[in-house]
């Protein structure tokens, strides 16, 4: 809620007076109170009289962040110069005088309804300005907005949704590209600005109760209006985004040089080195080892092996390699005595130009250290070329996955020898993720006084289309405020979440950032995390 004087009444923004923030102020107040005695009363029983209760406090400090952002210490008891922790004892009810204000206007929501009125009671409601439906929050990005024309290489797709017996659906909502609209009394749509290229093209209306759904591929071209008519149904299996999907393939090849170092007779010889990795969208990552007993080794006891790892890019093009090599001494060819290790990598290998391809070298120096004097030095050129036509399988209902995490963090501000600083805040967001974009992410930060936590979540879809890999990493940062970037604390897990079926049970993440270069300050988060089908 923002002060009138400051924005004024700006278009999406609308004014409540004093008496409208006043009685939704008292509704927020009581119903928390309510909650946390009925929550009491379920844990205690019959000993819930005896026991202290913390509903109002906790009630006016929730309702006084709500009004006024005065979250802390200070939403509770009012404020006071000089009183320890900056406040006395007495009561802050200072939601009761909110004053006026502007917000986003109830008005601005889709599927708001008015307020619930008990029929035995007419005056009873459940709530100052009614109820919404659940709206799934997602993490902002950034995208292009033409405003004025569409710039060059774009083309657009206009249409008609319609049902199986041909009559048309109003307000359905469509999505190609990125971009989203709706459809009129006609079930007619269009959508501008469109980069050339392939699409998947999707339609969605509820209807009876029922979730029905089109998609379809579409051919964008520039310049152009490409025509579609999508016919509303019981989800299927999607055609695959594009008709041609190529692997990647590297090849690379080199010598090796190799030194067995023997008092007054060394040996050495100059090998052959050549190989290759075949990466995909389906099989992303490659490693192939060269180096037997006898491929790579001088003087019947030096034996040098070398992995080359190949990942493809998020681009489906690009491939970073990184290359290993690990030396073998002792008495024979075939020793597994590992006295030496080098890498370099990961290298990023760029697409090769039809019209002919400039290799991208790597160089590596693997040392004798355990004993001195063997050597290796390697010497490989790279390339990265179009490799065999993948076929992709229709996309099932199935591997369409959301994943949600909803759970609690909380924060606790060591402040010696003054008293500390905690909050605890909701968490509850979601990835998105399917086999036409494999890998979705988001972030979450809170602050308590001058400690930040951090949270980076990313997802990928995994192999069998259905499961999705986790990636949680937890920052914690301390200094003088909210804005510091001393990092002193750090968490990482990563872990497989299952498709969820009948009676699925929730994975749990429980992970816990202590400071550990000064000590004191942590967060807890602790979430619920499950994989469920996209309806």
Known sequence: MLPKGE???????????ETERREAAEQIYTSTKNKINDAIAQKAGVFADLLPSNADPIGRQFTNCFASDNCGLGGVFNPAEGAIGGT????????????NGVAVSPDDFLFWDAPMIDPADASAVTGAYGDVEDVAYRSGDYRRVHR?????????????????????????????????????????????????????????KVVSG?????????????????????????????????????????????????????????????????????????NRFVQVTLGGPNQFCVGGEVRVELTVSC??????????????????EFT??????????????????????????????????????????????????????????????????ENLRRVTFNGDLHIEDDDWPDPNESGSFVFGEECIVDPFDREDSFTFSQCVDEVRIEVAVSCRLGLDNTSVNVTTNAVLFE??????????????????????????????????????????????LQLQIQNNQRQ
């Open 210 to 282: 029922k979730t029905l759904v089109a998609a379809q591929k579409v051919d964008v071209v520039a310049g152009a209006k490409t025509s579609v008519t999508l016919t509303l149904g019981d989800e299927v299996a999607i055609p695959p985004p594009t008709l041609e999907v190529f692997s990647r393939r590297v090849k690379f090849s080199g010598s090796m040089f190799i030194l067995d170092d023997e008092p007054g007779d060394d040996d050495f010889a100059t090998l052959p080195v050549s190989g290759e990795c075949e990466v995909s969208p389906l």
């Open 332 to 397: 024979g060819c075939d020793t597994t005595e590992l006295n030496g290790t080098a890498a370099v990598g990961p290298v990023s290998i760029g697409v090769c130009d039809p019209q002919g391809c400039t290799p991208t070298p790597v160089r590596l120096r693997v040392d004798n250290t355990a004993e001195g004097g063997d050597f290796s030095n390697i010497s490989l050129d790279f390339t990265n070329e179009k490799g065999t036509k993948i076929e992709l399988p229709n996309v099932k209902p």
């Open 7 to 17: 924005f004024g009444t700006v278009d999406g923004l609308y004014l409540y007076d």
């Open 148 to 204: 004025w024309a569409a710039t060059a290489g774009t083309g657009s797709v206009v249409g008609h949704v319609i049902l199986q017996d041909g009559s048309a659906v109003a307000e359905a909502s469509v999505t190609v590209a990125g971009k989203s609209t709706g459809t009129d009394a006609s079930g007619a749509f269009e959508v501008l600005a469109i980069p050339a290229g392939s699409y998947e093209i999707r339609a969605e």
């Open 88 to 99: 006395t004892t007495e009561p802050n009810y200072n939601f009761r005088n909110p004053g």
């Open 311 to 328: 990942r493809l890019s998020s681009d489906n093009e690009t491939i970073d390699v990184t290359t290993e090599a690990r030396l073998y």
């Open 479 to 524: 200094g003088t405020s909210c804005a510091t970037t001393d990092r002193d604390g750090e968490q990482v897990r990563d872990f497989l979440v299952p498709a969820c079926g009948a009676g699925c049970t929730p994975t749990p993440l429980d992970l816990t950032v202590s400071n550990t270069d000064e000590g004191g300050d942590s967060a807890v």
